[in-house]
């Protein structure tokens, strides 16, 4: 049988329980993201057909089928693929059920199967060789500690999803308890000051941090002094702040980005008319040998920017220190603790800060200026900040002073 003629055969269509199958390929696609796809398909006779997918149709893929095809690569130009869609349109398009590709497109190799939540093929087959040997050994498979969690997310799993006795269960369960009290310092950093529905998500923090940073400080006095975005990775904070809200920012990160931005901030920078904002690609530290404050610790002291960072990790107490040294306002929302990496740090009462809790209270103790707030946000949001620090550090003479 050729190759045409195979497709000939798999072209037939079946409907069963109102879904339909059939077979074509992809000459067409269009891909918007995780909530929708386009594809059209010419089917052997010759005739089109568009298809769609939508999250709420889509269902649970077998071992053999794709997942959602959120992104273009999946949807390969040229491939034959097998669709499962619904029998009645939807507007023009049927929409799939489930997919799968049955040969790549020239050039191109076959996209990975759907994997139950994302599992490789390796994963897999060291499950089955677990589930062969306990079969072997005649052994009673040992309990899934992610099951007894409620975590379990392996699609063919060879440990134990069941109890064998009453006993079995009540041990676990103590041992799932304990494990949640092991630590009641830890435990108590997770509660906050806003109730759980009050709170964003984390993918929101950076306007709520604005949001704040312009309710605490004004805009007048942000615009007036700058702002440095420390440690501000892809520079979002940097980037809302002075296009859409016009206060000169600098993001200072060592990490080069691309310079291309995306279709959203394009239209931001167009609609305001504003330049993006300046970076440096230097660590921040509060060393003054350091490449850093060699270069602006003079800048610091006439402008007196604001420093601000949203978990700005290792930095957190660099942050604090150049602010309180150079009379700047500052504000950071810490995140990890770090603790391996500054062992010499102690609170006032001698303990080592060990905890996120310990760490915001040695960071608040460096000066009794320092205010905490909460962001309502998920996540790490306590606020540490200062409005008008007196600087620690008096400047050099004159003749020191960098031309």
Same mark, same amino acid.
């Given at each position: ?106 050039? *191109?190799? $076959? ?6 939540? @994302?599992?490789?093929?390796? =994963?897999? &087959?060291?499950?089955? /060789? ?126 080069? *980005?691309? $310079? ?6 394009? @239209?931001?920078?167009?609609? =305001?008319? &504003?330049?993006?904002? /300046? ?125």
């Amino acid at each position: 049988m050729t190759k045409s003629e195979e497709e000939m055969e798999l072209q037939a269509k079946v409907c069963t329980n109102n879904l339909t199958n059939f077979h074509g390929r992809v000459v067409g696609r269009r891909v918007l993201g995780k909530n929708l796809a386009f594809a059209s398909i010419q089917q052997v006779t010759g005739e089109m057909i568009q298809v769609k997918w939508r999250p709420d149709k889509f269902t649970q893929p077998s071992m053999l089928d794709h997942s959602f095809p959120a992104r273009r690569g999946a949807l390969q130009l040229g491939a034959l693929v097998h669709l499962r869609s619904e029998a009645e349109w939807d507007g023009d398009a049927l929409v799939v059920v489930s997919w799968r590709v049955v040969e790549s497109a020239p050039g *191109r190799s $076959t996209p990975s199967s759907y994997l139950p939540h @994302r599992l490789d093929a390796s =994963h897999r &087959a060291n499950s089955a /060789a677990k589930a062969v040997l306990f079969a072997k050994c005649a052994s009673t498979p040992p309990l899934c500690r992610p099951w007894t969690m409620g975590a379990c997310v392996q699609g063919a799993c060879p440990y134990r999803h069941h109890y064998l006795s009453q006993v079995e269960e009540e041990k676990n369960t103590a041992w799932v308890q304990s494990s949640y009290v092991r630590n009641p310092k830890a435990i108590a950093e997770v509660s906050s000051v806003h109730a759980a529905e009050a709170k964003a998500m984390k993918c929101a923090r950076v306007n709520v941090f604005v949001d704040w940073l312009l309710r605490t400080f004004g805009l007048t006095n942000l615009r007036a002094h700058g702002v440095l975005d420390i440690a501000g990775g892809k520079g979002h904070m940097a980037f809302t702040l002075q296009v859409k809200h016009g206060v000169p920012s600098t993001l200072v990160d060592p990490l080069l *980005r691309q $310079t291309r931005f995306d279709a959203r901030r394009r @239209r931001m920078l167009q609609q =305001h008319s &504003a330049q993006p904002p /300046a970076h440096l690609p230097m660590f921040f530290t509060a060393d003054p040998n350091g490449p850093f404050l060699m270069e602006h610790a003079q800048s610091l002291r006439e402008h007196r920017p604001y420093l601000i960072a949203m978990h700005p990790d290792e930095a957190t107490g660099d942050v604090v220190d150049v602010a309180l040294a150079y009379g700047c306002p500052f504000a950071v929302v810490p995140c990890c603790v770090f603790a391996h990496l500054y062992p010499g740090r102690s609170l006032h009462s001698g303990s080592s800060v060990r905890t996120y809790t310990e760490l915001l209270d040695f960071l608040q103790e460096r000066d009794p200026g320092i205010e905490r707030a909460e962001l309502p946000v998920e996540g790490r949001s306590t606020v540490l900040f200062m409005r008008a620090p007196t600087p620690h550090v008096p400047a050099p003479a004159p003749a020191l002073a960098p031309a």
